[in-house]
């Protein structure tokens, strides 16, 4: 099955709505049709003009680290137009102010714009920080907003882990009740975050698909694959990222500076890697394994050191999207090495918290000392958020 992305619906000639518009662009290096055009090049072609550019975190370009704050402008190589930075500060709770939200778009950048484009693929996880830079926008521009939709990588069907609590919210997590994994494209996540947080506030289209269904795995849409960010390059990373990213709130190495990021996860006090992996693997997480490994970062946490620990594969007769249980398996993970080295362990507790939207598991994991069964009924409640999460998508799904 062959599926055409909304850039790809665009450069197909329906293009109608944008032609004689100068636009802004929020891109980065994702954003391609599937003859590997940009997609500045393909608005051009479609008789739009982009006055301006802007790129989320990681830059423009998206080569930039995690969490690198980029300020001041750029011209964009190809074209040069001015580059904006929707990313200009470390802190994950900054105001919300307008004028001095460092998320936003620049004062003045908006300047003589008839609308704003936005064409970056997401991952179809909630703490992956492009669907808050597009609510930010959402809540702030007064032009419309025409989103490029592309496909979901998890697929369209599981809706997994605890709806963030609204004292958690933060720029890995802004808008409460969303879980971990939401099932929605980044579109459909558009139309959910305007119409049933901000009632409505933006003018926004969705410049939707053709020919992508919610159980459709990545492979089976013939659209080229481009590594959304600097440590998220593979299927198999953003597969595995909804469960393995919760160790980034604590003081392990998940495989940043490696080849294998979120795959990896260990520290240099871990030395008996197999005791490790055999608790993990007696825990029978569907879809996973978890095999006993050394690995060298090349970047912090443990910058040069050798450490011990696992690599997490994906079982080859598991579902195509993904295991269904990642999230769940995520928190299991954390549990068994807070449980086997509780006295080198340290939580990040603010980052932690932001990461699965509560303070309820960590707080149950250290009055349990890691116990993994105290958190069955941690899950059982997740079940209500996920449940309550799909009744409220119907009249925002754009596909079946």
């Known amino acids: 099955m062959s599926v055409r992305s909304g850039l790809d619906v665009l450069a197909g000639g329906k293009a109608g709505q944008l032609n ?13 049709d599937r003859k590997f055009r940009r997609t500045a090049q393909v608005l051009h072609e479609a008789g739009a003009t982009v006055c301006a550019m802007f790129g989320p975190e990681h830059g423009y370009y ?30 994950l709770n900054q105001p919300d102010d307008k004028e001095t939200n460092p998320f936003g778009p ?12 936005f064409d970056i693929q997401d991952v179809g996880v909630r703490y992956y920080t492009y669907p808050t830079t597009l609510g930010i926008l959402l809540e702030q521009v007064n032009i419309p907003v025409y989103v490029i939709d592309r496909p979901n990588p998890l697929g369209g069907t599981l809706v997994e882990g605890p709806g963030l609590e609204a004292p958690f919210s933060s720029f890995v997590g802004r808008y409460p ?25 933006a003018e926004v289209t969705v410049i939707q698909m053709e020919g992508w269904r919610r159980e459709m795995a990545w492979e089976e849409t013939g659209l080229p694959w481009v590594a959304t960010s600097p440590n998220l390059p593979t299927l198999t990373t953003a597969r595995l990222y909804p469960g393995t990213c919760l160790v980034e709130g604590t003081n392990l190495s998940l495989g940043r500076g490696t080849t294998q990021p979120f795959e990896l996860v260990g520290a240099p006090w871990i030395t008996d890697p197999d005791e490790l992996a055999a608790a993990l693997n007696r825990l029978e997480r569907p879809g996973i394994y978890f095999r006993p490994t050394f690995f060298k970062p090349i970047y912090f946490p443990y ?3 050798v450490c011990g620990g696992v690599q997490i594969h994906i079982l080859p007769d598991v579902s195509a999207l993904g295991p269904e249980q990642m999230v769940r398996s995520g928190l299991l993970l954390v549990a068994t090495l807070f449980r086997l080295y509780s006295e080198k ?6 980052h932690f918290d932001r990461l699965i939207g509560s303070a309820k598991p960590r707080l149950q994991l250290e009055k349990a ?11 059982d409640q997740w079940e209500d958020d996920e449940q309550g999460f799909k009744s409220q998508i119907d009249d925002v799904l754009l596909y079946k």
Not at 20 to 32: A, D, E, P, S
Not at 63 to 68: G, L, N, P, R, S
Not at 185 to 199: D, S, W
Not at 369 to 379: C, V, Y
């Open 106 to 117: 620049p004062p003045g950048s908006l300047d003589g714009l008839d609308a704003l484009v």
């Open 303 to 305: 910058k040069e050191e």
């Open 20 to 32: 004689g518009k100068k636009v802004g662009l929020v891109t980065n290096q994702t954003g391609i």
């Open 177 to 201: 009740g969303i879980p971990v994994r939401h099932g929605l494209t980044i579109g459909e996540l558009a139309l959910y975050i305007n119409r049933h947080i901000l009632h409505n506030r």
């Open 345 to 350: 362990f340290k939580w990040l507790p603010a």
């Open 369 to 379: 000392e890691g116990n993994a069964t105290s958190l069955q009924h941690l899950f």
């Open 62 to 91: 998206g080569v930039e680290q995690d969490a690198i704050a980029l300020t001041g402008e750029e011209r964009d190589r190809w074209n040069n137009v001015a580059v904006y930075s929707l990313y200009r500060a470390e802190d």
